[in-house]
């Protein structure tokens, strides 16, 4: 099981990106998946999660309105678009999935770095002011 994730680089601010999750080794489409962040010398972050059906997404305060998390399943892939970035977005981004099919949790579970259980190595995102 492998997720790999692409799509990073070096942006001005103000500046769009759109990151790209690629899952293999099994499908994730039955499976709740997110992105996380984390910065030089800081914990990693929740920055946003979308069910396994795609209906409801959640994000973190300091990316809403200008993040959106989506996901095609027919491709077995997760994206996250920015837009209006910031300096304060650099870091490494992460994406995750859940090991289990189908299932449904309350808000506060998806922000949870907890709850997901397989890990993409991350691909480094850096705003230049």
């Known amino acids: 099981v492998q997720l790999q994730a692409s799509g990073g680089g070096l942006v001005q601010a103000g500046d769009s990106l759109r990151l790209s999750c690629a899952a293999s080794?099994?499908?994730?489409?039955?499976?709740?998946m997110g992105w996380f962040r984390q910065a030089p010398g800081k914990e990693r972050k929740f920055v946003a999660a979308i069910t396994w059906g795609g209906s409801y997404t959640y994000y973190a305060e300091s990316v809403e309105g200008r993040f959106t998390i989506s996901r095609d399943n027919t491709k077995n892939t997760l994206y996250l678009q920015m837009d209006a970035l910031k300096p304060e977005d650099t870091a490494n981004y992460y994406c995750?999935?859940?090991?289990?099919?189908?299932?449904?949790?309350?808000?506060?579970?998806?922000?949870?770095?907890?709850?997901?259980?397989?890990w993409g190595q991350g691909t480094l995102v850096t705003v230049s002011s």
């Open positions: 995750a999935a859940d090991r289990e099919s189908r299932r449904t949790y309350i808000e506060s579970q998806y922000r949870n770095r907890g709850l997901y259980d397989y």
């Open positions: 080794g099994r499908t994730f489409s039955n499976s709740v």
